[in-house]
């Protein structure tokens, strides 16, 4: 999902400026720097609530079997989201790699769901009550109009998936 959200939050911001309607950036610009700043933001506290701290994951990080592996987690945590982190102990990057073992998993789920609630009240929010306002004051029928009627729907199903993989 994480490249699928830059995709539809830019195009959203390109369609926004194409049609003229200058006044929707107030939520929708907003909305993508907030974005784009959690993800940043991630890399640092990450570092320094997780790796940093946590004795069993800085042992796992540094196997040199997983050294691709966090490179790739690292690159898509910040030119995507960091949701990518999770997938540091998956086979989703084609390595086979053990799980990483963590002293204590709460602080590293914790964070994601810090992380989850930035991105729904700075970014997610934004999002759809810019598009529930826009929808009342367009006109049918833009590619513009139909682009913000299925980012209220993903979004809100981006919504509910994160919080039911958090709980």
Not at 29 to 58: G, S, T
Request: with cysteine.
């Amino acid at each position: 999902m994480t490249f699928l959200e830059h995709g539809i939050l830019l195009s959203q911001i390109i369609l926004t400026a194409k049609y003229g309607t200058y006044m929707f950036m107030i939520f929708i610009v907003p909305a993508y720097l907030c974005f784009l700043a959690a993800n940043i933001a991630w890399v640092f506290v990450f570092r320094k609530e997780i790796i940093q701290k946590d004795i069993f994951y800085k042992n796992w990080r540094n196997r040199k079997a997983h050294i691709w592996a966090r490179r790739m987690m690292n690159a898509a945590g910040v030119i995507g989201n960091w949701r990518a982190y999770k997938l540091s102990y998956s086979s989703f990057w084609g390595f086979r790699l053990t799980p990483a073992k963590f002293s204590y998993v709460g602080n590293f789920r914790n964070l994601q769901k810090k992380f989850l609630w930035i991105n729904i009240i700075s970014c997610y929010a934004l999002v759809i009550i810019g598009n529930l306002v826009s929808l009342f004051t367009m006109n049918w029928g833009t590619q513009l109009y139909i682009q913000m009627l299925e980012n209220i729907i993903i979004f809100l199903l981006v919504v509910w998936a994160g919080l039911w993989e958090q709980n």
